[in-house]
Structures are given as C-alpha cells and as structure tokens.
C-alpha cells in the first residue's frame, strides 16, 4: 500500500473520525441514531495509515510527489 493521503487531506480526515466518534457517546441515548457515529471508523483509519483505497479507483493522490 502506497501512501495516497497527505498533509490536510490527513488531518481532515482523522478530525471528522474522532468527531463521528465522539456522536456515538452524545447520541448513545437516541435509539438508533448513535451507531452512525461509528461510521467516523473508515476517516479514522484511513487518516492515520495514510491510505484511502478509495483514491486509486478515482485516480486522486493528495500525498505530494517525492522527488
């Protein structure tokens, strides 16, 4: 796996997962509704390994170029 994310795009990324997290224990009381929070799992994870595989089949690389 060669890394696909970078810079902002990773900081964005692990923002938004620990933000969605964080809903699981706001909206924990709300039937249902919490477990849309663990969706913050996939922005996590990617964020922190530095590769969406997503970005290959659409053809993006926000890592800059090593020269």
Do not use: H
Not at 3 to 18: E, F, M, S, W, Y
Not at 25 to 34: A, P, S, Y
């Amino acid at each position: 796996m060669k890394a696909n994310v970078g810079g902002i795009d990773k900081l964005l990324r692990i923002v938004v997962g620990i933000v969605l997290l964080a809903l699981t224990f706001v909206l924990k009381t709300e039937q249902g509704l919490w477990m849309w929070g663990l969706i913050g799992i996939v922005p996590l994870a990617t964020g922190l390994m530095g590769w969406c595989p997503f970005y290959p089949l659409i053809g993006l690389n926000s890592c800059p170029s090593k020269s």
